[in-house]
């Protein structure tokens, strides 16, 4: 039986401030999570939906767009727009405990793909072949596409300058706050509440040195002999390392397409790591139906949910999401970076963290006598001060949406992952990566694949592209040689 054709009556307040692509995607998306609206209902074409309110064509478009991004509907070639399937509120029941059906929802790579992983899997850490470091590929003139780095030769060199000579005009403290300059910490407070949504005051934040060391504090605090510790499969392996050095006994929790899948996600986690804004290294974004489930199970279970943010001011398609942190604070843990957006060699990030949580976690982190440099932090806090920092980063999104363009224009096989961040995924037959990933280092192209990403055998075959740190001509470069490769190892005509 075709599914209707939804019609719903939705009044927009021409005098309020709330622009009415706002009031439409609020009320859109109200009416999926109170089940008004069912998921697999088809809605209205935008024109005509814009007919019935009486608006602009681009109010109704730039709603969808943004409920599109969030995940909340689903477009279908020739049929429309509809309710997504995956957009029902989280279901009170427990998850399954036999792990049934993972394997139709874990994505798979030609052979066939795996279920979830095994609840007694075994917590070593994958090891790989050593590869040259960035200096050295670039002293032999190769072009490195592995994921993980900016592009740091085009900041604003006037406002660096000044940032270091005011730290340098700092007293020096003798006793640090662990939980970092206050001044930093409110502006920190500012700048998120500004881009990641997210209602928080200075009692909230904690300055770290970069996501790995406030994931190391969140574990010192958390985790022990005993604990059970979930990160994604594939995901960011330095987490698993991080967290099984804490004690943590840590368990791989299957992705697909969208991100963690949450009905498999065991009960007897401490924590589990997520990058809902960006999946590392699949590229998808978390729905939010599947966030408040993920809430849910986290809420059912008393467990942490540990928010990894890594590049999520990079958006290409709408503005970023919200953070995960904004639905739940009571459940997670928000980690963040400056890496990305500045430069790796900065050192600042920060934790968001409720604040009897982030009192534990200072407590911790004296006790360790770990802490952020102050020089550091205070030029930090005259960039964000000064906007310097929301200059350079509106900079480098146009950038970098350039370079991302540039990807999907030159290679043949469509890249996927590619709404934000700074890498793709390119996939590939389980049997064509290696000989890709060889051929291309030999011609003076590097890059990683799903493999270092990955606790055993992958279930995703492909490239993990990154085009951060590399400039447009090299991009044009490595596209030719890798459409090359892949011809060669795959058949396809390139």
Request: net charge neutral; charged share 25%.
């Amino acid at each position: 039986m075709p599914r209707r054709l939804a019609e719903p009556a939705f009044h927009l307040d021409r005098s309020a401030a709330r622009p009415l692509t706002t009031q439409l995607s609020d009320a859109l998306r109200e009416a999926m999570s109170g089940g008004t609206l069912a998921p697999g209902e088809r809605l209205p074409s935008s024109r005509a939906l814009a007919a019935q309110l009486v608006v602009s064509r681009t109010v109704v478009t730039e709603a969808y767009q943004q409920l599109y991004a969030e995940g909340w509907l689903e477009g279908r070639h020739g049929s429309g727009t509809f309710v997504a399937q995956d957009s029902s509120p989280p279901s009170p029941s427990r998850p399954s405990a036999d792990g049934r059906g993972a394997r139709e929802h874990t994505i798979s790579g030609d052979d066939g793909g795996h279920g979830a992983p095994s609840a007694t899997a075994s917590p070593a850490v994958r090891t790989t072949a050593p590869r040259p470091s960035r200096e050295q590929a670039r002293s032999q003139g190769m072009i490195d596409l592995r994921p993980g780095a900016p592009w740091v030769r085009d900041h604003d060199r006037a406002a660096w300058r000044r940032a270091w000579r005011h730290a340098a005009e700092q007293p020096l403290d003798e006793d640090p706050d662990p939980r970092g300059l206050p001044r930093l910490r409110a502006l920190l407070a500012d700048h998120l509440r500004r881009t990641r949504a997210v209602r928080i005051g200075p009692e909230n934040v904690m300055v770290t040195r970069g996501t790995g060391n406030g994931l190391d504090l969140v574990g010192a605090a958390l985790l022990g002999a005993g604990t059970r510790a979930g990160v994604e499969e594939p995901g960011y392996q330095k987490a698993h390392t991080i967290l099984a050095a804490r004690g943590a006994r840590v368990l791989p929790c299957p992705v697909d397409h969208d991100g963690i899948l949450t009905e498999h996600l065991p009960d007897d986690l401490t924590l589990v790591h997520t990058t809902p804004a960006h999946q590392y290294p699949l590229g998808g974004r978390l729905p939010v139906p599947r966030r408040e489930r993920l809430l849910a199970w986290a809420r059912r279970n008393a467990a942490m949910i540990v928010e990894d943010d890594y590049d999520a001011e990079f958006r290409y398609d709408v503005a970023p999401l919200p953070a995960l942190y904004g639905l739940g604070p009571d459940r997670v843990i928000l980690l963040g970076t400056l890496s990305k957006t500045l430069s790796p060699d900065l050192g600042i990030g920060w934790i968001v963290a409720e604040p009897p949580l982030l009192e534990r976690l200072a407590a911790v982190r004296h006790d360790l006598s770990d802490r952020t440099s102050v020089p550091v932090q205070a030029a930090t806090a005259l960039l964000l001060e000064r906007g310097d920092l929301d200059r350079h980063l509106r900079r480098m999104r146009l950038e970098y949406a350039r370079r991302r363009g540039l990807l999907i224009d030159l290679l043949t096989t469509r890249p996927v992952g590619d709404t934000a961040g700074l890498h793709v995924l390119l996939p590939l037959p389980a049997d064509a990566v290696a000989p890709v990933v060889a051929e291309a280092a030999e011609r003076g192209v590097l890059m990683d694949d799903t493999s270092r990403a990955s606790h055993g055998a992958p279930t995703v075959h492909g490239l993990v592209l990154g085009y951060g740190s590399a400039h447009r001509a090299d991009l044009r470069r490595a596209c030719a040689v890798l459409n090359e490769a892949v011809a060669r190892h795959t058949g396809h005509t390139a």
